[in-house]
């Protein structure tokens, strides 16, 4: 990626950073790379470790079989499910990514969690951030009293120094639970998509109940805009790579080689974050790190003149600094 692009891309997205009102939400597209699995992965594992017969291997599956699957690994065998999610996501920090030291420099109000790893609570310490909320204690007004702290919505494997695999937010009637009417996850979100911007950084978004939780702010929103012609709403922005045709694999190693850019899967993607009010903000991925989204922090932290320490400039350490 051209520096020319990333200076554009700060520029987009630094105004909504130094207002002070902006949350980042971390996805676990920035934990893959610290050899944490995917939700397709972690099903696996669950389903292997509970001993449920598996999804055939050549399916791509829905946000919905996963979950569904999960909820028979975790019925099968409660103990093997949770111990199993405790050894996925619960070990301590080895290996670590230099974007969480780079987000935990930049002035955002909270940071917001779907990952179940401590990685970002682990570099949040680092930077003396030190107030970590998890499901199904969310308290929102913690956002105003404690800037900077850190929520992890579905959850926390590492608790006390220790793997932990229940209270995790995977399966479907754990999603019910969460996301449901009076759901804790539903009304934090109500409240936090509301009223603060927010960068979404490594997210999917595939959730049906996290779609549903955007769709209920954008009917609240549509009133607000009805009775206060001209009230601003918050900004959305989720940071994803340009798609070429093929695997993820290909994508990646066709980027700037001449390979047909997958137009209409972007398109799709845009149009799916679009009704809920999210901005696709692309880079150009060269490698599988995607490292390009350390090169953009670097520059909002260039443009904020924070100083960026050369320890964190490699992108995985086995070490965490500040």
């Known amino acids: 990626m051209s520096l020319d692009d ?7 997205l630094w105004p909504i950073i130094k207002n002070g009102n902006c949350v980042a939400w971390v996805g676990a597209g920035l934990s893959e790379v610290a050899d944490y699995p995917g939700w397709q992965e972690t099903v696996r594992h669950l389903c292997k470790a509970c001993q449920v017969t598996p999804l055939p291997p050549e399916h791509y599956p829905s946000a919905d079989e996963l979950m569904d699957k999960a909820d028979e690994c975790k019925q099968a ?14 070990g301590p920090v080895v290996t670590t990514r230099r974007a969480f030291h780079l987000l935990m420099k930049l002035p955002f109000r909270a940071y917001v969690t779907t990952n179940f790893d ?26 105003e ?12 494997a590492r608790q006390n120094n220790m793997p932990r695999g229940e209270g995790l937010v995977l399966s479907t009637s754990e999603y ?5 009417n009076t759901g804790p996850v539903a009304d934090f979100l109500t ?8 960068l979404f950084i490594g997210c999917s978004l595939a959730e049906p109940a996290m779609y549903e939780a955007f769709a209920r702010v954008h009917t609240i929103h549509l009133q607000i805009q009805r009775s206060q012609p001209g009230a601003r709403t918050p900004q959305r922005f989720v940071l994803r790579p340009t798609l070429y045709s093929g695997s993820d694999e290909i994508r990646i190693a066709s980027a700037g080689k001449g390979i047909e850019r997958d137009y209409q899967a972007e398109q799709a993607e845009d149009v799916r974050f679009g009704e809920m009010e999210i901005e696709v903000v692309r880079y150009e991925p060269t490698d599988d790190r995607h490292s390009e989204v350390e090169e953009l922090l670097e520059q909002l932290c260039n443009r904020a003149h924070i100083q960026v320490s050369s320890e964190v400039r490699h992108g995985l350490s086995q070490k965490v600094f500040p």
């Open 6 to 12: 990333l200076t554009r891309l700060s520029v987009k």
């Open 77 to 90: 065998n409660l103990t093997a499910y949770n111990t199993s999610l405790g050894q996925l996501f619960g």
């Open 118 to 143: 401590p990685l970002l609570d682990d570099a949040a310490g680092a930077h003396g951030k030190r107030t970590v909320c998890t499901y199904p204690a969310l308290p929102i007004p913690i956002i």
């Open 145 to 156: 009293r404690n800037p900077g702290s850190i929520f992890h919505l579905h959850g926390l």
């Open 176 to 180: 019910d639970l969460a996301y449901g």
């Open 191 to 198: 409240q936090l998509l509301l009223y603060y911007d927010v």
